[in-house]
């Protein structure tokens, strides 16, 4: 009793003294939610992630004019009508789930990440806040709303990672690795002496980030990031099963987009294939795992499922 005693005056001490209550600990990220992208005629968007990529169209609660195009009910892509001044890319934000929107938020100001959106909710129950990233990409993390529609004509139903520009990566590492938790899954390059992708998995979940390392030690000089390639490294991809299903079925149905590419073998040993939306964005086809040993490095993780 005397022990037990000491112990409640010792706290009371400390309440005296203004001792700081422990910090929030971190929600759970367990993957990606949608990206978001600009588009600079929305009918024409439509047509590509409906008619080729076989997403849902729905309401968009986040902004009025938007548009959300799901491959599951947690997973879309946004899009937005372009601005007058949104200059060469077409991103707008990337996001991802969390198990607790305002948790996420209060864990993020505790931490002395000082650009820090309201959290907003939807009619359905979804929540969301946004911040930014060290190089001043928009972030969100969004608590799904309970149940949704499912999504049967889509190409996949699975958007297995996201990749944008990144210029210092150790600066992103210091936000998405150290702060957030997102795991390394793998590297590589054209060239054995540069750094071209950064792969990390969202730190509950097996969805990952890709840094689309430019500048320095890339094989990507800053003279080449006109609009055209911010639509090739800012991207999503989704998962396949089987690629030579997924595209002969695009190719029968008379689906692929005006500008395509592949299927190709990627330096990650995963079959891959390209298309692009009207604006120039990237949705990469990729299948779920190697079918030859990657280059570069190895896989330090467990791939992603359908």
């Given at each position: 009793?005397?022990?037990?005693?000491?112990?409640?005056?010792?706290?009371?001490?400390?309440?005296?003294?203004?001792?700081?209550?422990?910090?929030?600990?971190?929600?759970?990220?367990?993957?990606?939610?949608?990206?978001?992208?600009?588009?600079?005629?929305?009918?024409?968007?439509?047509?590509?992630?409906?008619?080729?990529?076989?997403?849902?169209?729905?309401?968009?609660?986040?902004?009025?004019?938007?548009?959300?195009?799901?491959?599951?009910?947690?997973?879309?892509?946004?899009?937005?009508?372009?601005?007058?001044?949104?200059?060469?890319?077409?991103?707008?934000?990337?996001?991802?789930?969390?198990?607790?929107?305002?948790?996420?938020?209060?864990?993020?100001?505790?931490?002395?990440?000082?650009?820090?959106?309201?959290?907003?909710?939807?009619?359905?129950?979804?929540?969301?806040?946004?911040?930014?990233?060290?190089?001043?990409?928009?972030?969100?993390?969004?608590?799904?709303?309970?149940?949704?529609?499912?999504?049967?004509?889509?190409?996949?139903?699975?958007?297995?990672?996201?990749?944008?520009?990144?210029?210092?990566?150790?600066?992103?590492?210091?936000?998405?690795?150290?702060?957030?938790?997102?795991?390394?899954?793998?590297?590589?390059?054209?060239?054995?002496?540069?750094?071209?992708?950064?792969?990390?998995?969202?730190p509950d979940g097996r969805d990952w980030l890709e840094y689309m390392m430019v500048g320095p030690?890339?094989?990507?000089?800053?003279?080449?990031?006109?609009?055209?390639?911010?639509?090739?490294?800012?991207?999503?991809?989704?998962?396949?099963?089987?690629?030579?299903?997924?595209?002969?079925?695009?190719?029968?149905?008379?689906?692929?987009?005006?500008?395509?590419?592949?299927?190709?073998?990627?330096?990650?040993?995963?079959?891959?294939?390209?298309?692009?939306?009207?604006?120039?964005?990237?949705?990469?086809?990729?299948?779920?795992?190697?079918?030859?040993?990657?280059?570069?490095?190895?896989?330090?993780?467990?791939?992603?499922?359908?």
């Amino acid at each position: 009793m005397k022990f037990a005693g000491s112990i409640a005056a010792g706290i009371a001490a400390l309440s005296l003294l203004g001792a700081a209550p422990p910090p929030p600990a971190r929600p759970a990220i367990d993957g990606i939610s949608h990206l978001a992208v600009y588009s600079t005629d929305m009918a024409k968007s439509e047509d590509f992630y409906v008619r080729v990529l076989g997403a849902r169209k729905g309401a968009d609660p986040e902004e009025a004019n938007g548009v959300r195009f799901y491959f599951s009910p947690r997973q879309f892509v946004e899009v937005l009508p372009a601005p007058a001044t949104h200059g060469p890319s077409m991103l707008a934000h990337v996001a991802y789930t969390t198990a607790d929107a305002a948790g996420m938020r209060a864990y993020l100001a505790a931490n002395a990440v000082r650009e820090l959106s309201p959290v907003r909710a939807g009619a359905a129950g979804e929540r969301w806040f946004a911040t930014r990233d060290p190089e001043g990409n928009v972030v969100q993390f969004v608590q799904p709303a309970p149940g949704g529609e499912a999504v049967g004509s889509a190409i996949s139903g699975r958007i297995i990672h996201v990749g944008h520009l990144v210029h210092d990566r150790a600066k992103q590492d210091g936000f998405y690795r150290r702060l957030l938790g997102f795991r390394p899954y793998w590297y590589g390059a054209f060239n054995a002496d540069k750094v071209d992708w950064v792969s990390q998995q969202a730190p509950d979940g097996r969805d990952w980030l890709e840094y689309m390392m430019v500048g320095p030690g890339s094989d990507v000089p800053l003279t080449k990031v006109d609009a055209n390639q911010l639509g090739v490294l800012n991207h999503l991809s989704l998962g396949v099963v089987n690629m030579q299903a997924a595209v002969t079925k695009l190719y029968a149905e008379n689906r692929l987009s005006p500008r395509h590419d592949g299927p190709q073998m990627g330096l990650d040993g995963k079959w891959q294939a390209n298309f692009y939306d009207p604006d120039g964005t990237r949705v990469e086809l990729m299948e779920y795992k190697a079918v030859i040993k990657p280059c570069c490095s190895s896989f330090t993780a467990d791939d992603p499922t359908p």
